[in-house]
């Protein structure tokens, strides 16, 4: 029988306020468990939990590799919200609330520009 590997994109820590309860380790935990080769995490409109989820997957990874085991990936991104219309356009009419983009890092330069937008969309 063949297996498929699944990984969860869209994954909500404790940091999502009113969206995720558990904490990083909990969901690194769980997806370990049910032998997913790594997982996103995602949180609304923050990367407060970026720091603990790499520095704990790397933890892991040290032990995995002593055992001759495969690494975990972690993966880094957010999910922004959008507004239509320009930045300098404030006001949003009564049938749009804005739009969830879900964004993932593919390597460093991703992460930077993420970085960026991220903490562009809390100073404006």
Same mark, same amino acid.
């Given at each position: ?8 994109? $869209? ?34 409109? $923050? ?65 930077? $520009? ?11």
């Amino acid at each position: 029988m063949k297996s498929y590997r699944f990984v969860h994109l $869209n994954v909500h820590s404790h940091y999502s306020i009113n969206d995720g309860c558990a904490s990083i380790k909990e969901l690194v935990d769980a997806a370990i468990k049910d032998k997913m080769p790594g997982i996103a995490i995602t949180d609304n409109g $923050n990367m407060f939990g970026v720091m603990e989820f790499f520095d704990y997957v790397s933890r892991i990874n040290n032990e995995r590799r002593q055992k001759g085991k495969k690494p975990f990936k972690p993966i880094i991104g957010c999910e922004l919200y959008v507004a239509p219309g320009a930045m300098e356009d404030k006001k949003l009419g009564k049938h749009c609330k804005g739009y969830r983009l879900t964004v993932l890092a593919k390597n460093y330069q991703g992460y930077r $520009n993420l970085i960026k937008i991220v903490s562009n969309s809390w100073t404006n």
